[in-house]
Protein backbone atom coordinates (compact mmCIF):
# COMPACT_ATOMS: atom_id res chain seq x y z
CA UNK A 1 0.00 0.00 0.00
CA UNK A 2 1.82 3.10 -1.35
CA UNK A 3 1.44 6.03 1.77
CA UNK A 4 3.01 9.86 1.95
CA UNK A 5 2.72 11.12 5.05
CA UNK A 6 3.04 14.90 5.26
CA UNK A 7 3.36 15.84 8.99
CA UNK A 8 4.41 19.45 10.27
CA UNK A 9 1.91 22.01 9.23
CA UNK A 10 0.44 24.48 11.02
CA UNK A 11 -0.10 28.23 12.06
CA UNK A 12 3.15 30.72 11.87
CA UNK A 13 3.56 34.10 12.40
CA UNK A 14 5.09 36.26 9.17
CA UNK A 15 8.50 35.95 9.30
CA UNK A 16 8.77 32.56 10.86
CA UNK A 17 9.86 29.37 10.14
CA UNK A 18 8.29 25.77 9.80
CA UNK A 19 9.83 21.95 8.67
CA UNK A 20 7.70 19.84 6.35
CA UNK A 21 7.90 16.31 6.42
CA UNK A 22 7.25 13.70 4.27
CA UNK A 23 7.41 10.05 4.73
CA UNK A 24 7.03 7.19 2.33
CA UNK A 25 6.08 3.58 2.02
CA UNK A 26 4.92 1.21 -0.09
CA UNK A 27 7.33 2.19 -3.54
CA UNK A 28 10.30 1.75 -4.33
CA UNK A 29 11.46 5.61 -3.21
CA UNK A 30 14.85 5.41 -4.38
CA UNK A 31 13.48 5.35 -8.19
CA UNK A 32 11.27 8.79 -7.69
CA UNK A 33 11.52 11.98 -7.85
CA UNK A 34 9.99 13.81 -5.03
CA UNK A 35 7.98 17.19 -4.58
CA UNK A 36 5.92 19.40 -2.76
CA UNK A 37 3.26 21.22 -4.23
CA UNK A 38 1.05 23.92 -2.59
CA UNK A 39 -2.38 24.54 -3.26
CA UNK A 40 -4.55 27.59 -2.47
CA UNK A 41 -8.42 27.36 -2.99
CA UNK A 42 -9.34 29.18 -6.37
CA UNK A 43 -5.62 29.19 -7.71
CA UNK A 44 -3.61 26.34 -9.44
CA UNK A 45 -1.49 24.52 -7.74
CA UNK A 46 2.13 25.51 -7.55
CA UNK A 47 5.30 23.73 -7.43
CA UNK A 48 7.65 24.52 -4.20
CA UNK A 49 10.29 22.33 -4.71
CA UNK A 50 11.47 19.07 -6.53
CA UNK A 51 14.59 17.18 -6.12
CA UNK A 52 15.40 13.78 -7.88
CA UNK A 53 16.19 10.08 -6.59
CA UNK A 54 20.03 9.54 -6.33
CA UNK A 55 21.81 12.52 -8.00
CA UNK A 56 19.96 14.63 -5.06
CA UNK A 57 19.22 17.71 -8.23
CA UNK A 58 16.88 20.16 -7.17
CA UNK A 59 14.03 22.88 -8.16
CA UNK A 60 12.72 25.83 -6.49
CA UNK A 61 9.58 27.30 -7.47
CA UNK A 62 10.35 30.91 -7.41
CA UNK A 63 8.07 31.64 -4.35
CA UNK A 64 10.39 29.14 -2.57
CA UNK A 65 13.96 30.26 -4.17
CA UNK A 66 15.95 31.66 -1.28
CA UNK A 67 13.63 30.78 1.43
CA UNK A 68 12.82 27.12 1.25
CA UNK A 69 15.51 23.82 1.47
CA UNK A 70 14.22 20.49 0.32
CA UNK A 71 15.89 17.67 1.22
CA UNK A 72 15.68 13.68 0.96
CA UNK A 73 17.30 11.22 3.13
CA UNK A 74 16.79 8.06 1.04
CA UNK A 75 17.49 5.73 4.07
CA UNK A 76 14.79 6.89 5.80
CA UNK A 77 12.57 7.03 2.94
CA UNK A 78 11.96 10.75 3.72
CA UNK A 79 11.96 14.23 2.27
CA UNK A 80 11.64 17.72 4.16
CA UNK A 81 10.69 21.10 3.25
CA UNK A 82 12.56 23.57 5.33
CA UNK A 83 10.67 27.13 5.50
CA UNK A 84 12.14 30.24 6.91
CA UNK A 85 10.69 33.73 6.29
CA UNK A 86 7.33 32.90 5.54
CA UNK A 87 5.44 35.10 4.46
CA UNK A 88 1.17 35.50 4.51
CA UNK A 89 1.05 33.93 0.38
CA UNK A 90 2.63 30.92 1.86
CA UNK A 91 -0.89 30.60 3.30
CA UNK A 92 -1.73 27.02 1.64
CA UNK A 93 -2.46 23.45 1.75
CA UNK A 94 1.20 21.56 0.92
CA UNK A 95 1.21 18.20 -0.55
CA UNK A 96 3.92 15.70 -1.16
CA UNK A 97 4.17 14.02 -4.48
CA UNK A 98 6.32 11.54 -6.00
CA UNK A 99 6.84 10.77 -9.34
CA UNK A 100 8.73 7.50 -10.96
CA UNK A 101 11.85 8.93 -13.29
CA UNK A 102 14.03 6.24 -15.38
CA UNK A 103 17.61 7.87 -15.72
CA UNK A 104 18.86 7.57 -19.36
CA UNK A 105 20.60 9.93 -21.97
CA UNK A 106 21.91 11.80 -19.50
CA UNK A 107 18.40 12.86 -17.87
CA UNK A 108 15.76 11.66 -15.66
CA UNK A 109 12.28 10.76 -17.64
CA UNK A 110 9.21 10.60 -16.11
CA UNK A 111 7.13 7.05 -16.48
CA UNK A 112 3.98 8.97 -15.85
CA UNK A 113 3.64 6.53 -12.06
CA UNK A 114 2.79 9.25 -9.48
CA UNK A 115 1.40 9.53 -5.95
CA UNK A 116 0.16 12.34 -3.56
CA UNK A 117 0.16 12.86 -0.26
CA UNK A 118 -3.27 13.97 1.80
CA UNK A 119 -1.65 17.57 2.25
CA UNK A 120 -0.83 19.32 5.02
CA UNK A 121 -1.94 23.12 5.93
CA UNK A 122 0.21 25.55 6.55
CA UNK A 123 -1.18 29.52 7.53
CA UNK A 124 0.67 32.25 8.18
CA UNK A 125 -1.12 34.88 10.24
CA UNK A 126 -0.22 37.92 12.49
Known amino acids: QVQLEESGGGMVQPGGSLSLSCVAS????????MSWIRQTPGKPRELVAKITPSIGDVEYGNPAKGRFTISRDNAKNTITLQMNYLKPDDTAAYYCFAAEVKYYSGRYHYTGLEYWGQGTQVTVSP
Open 26 to 33: GFPFMNYA
